[in-house]
């Protein structure tokens, strides 16, 4: 019998659960799950420290047809913003909002450098999309 437990991992190590056997005689398997929030508008905060603690919403090209919000910060999410909002209502929801273009070159790389931090920890690591990880102790 396994048992699968999971942990979340909330904006970079901040939060993480304690894991409580409560079942005798189970194998247990402990699988660490980590999503990093707002990921890419995290990144371009870091990328653009003056963008820390404002609105921003890093969105698709409204030119393109693809004028959607992909991820937002705190500040905007308390706005209303939200992810797959077309950008017209992110700025009517949040009057002043910051929008960014998509860098996803620099996302892919942020990506790596988590990754890198986690095989630190474990040599078995499974990535979901750029910004979740499943890591076996
Ligand atoms: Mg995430």
């Not at 653009?48 to 820390?52: G, I, R, S, V």
């Given at each position: 019998m396994v048992d699968i437990f999971v942990l979340m991992l909330h904006h970079s190590y901040r939060t993480i659960g304690e894991v409580t056997l409560q079942k005798e005689g189970a194998t247990v398997s402990i699988i660490l799950h980590s999503d990093l929030n707002c990921f890419y508008a995290s990144v371009e905060m870091n990328e653009?420290?003056?963008?820390?603690g404002k609105k921003v919403a890093v969105c698709g090209s409204t030119e393109n047809r693809h004028?959607?919000?992909l991820t937002a910060s705190y500040p905007a999410k308390r706005s209303g913003v939200k992810t797959g909002m077309a950008n017209w209502q992110a700025q009517q929801a949040c009057p002043g909002l910051i929008m960014v273009p998509p860098h996803y070159e620099l996302y892919l790389k942020y990506s790596r450098i988590v990754r890198r931090i986690y095989k630190r920890y474990s040599e078995t690591i499974e990535a979901f999309g750029m910004d979740e990880n499943w890591v076996r102790p």
């Open positions: 653009a420290p003056e963008l820390k004028g959607i919000v």
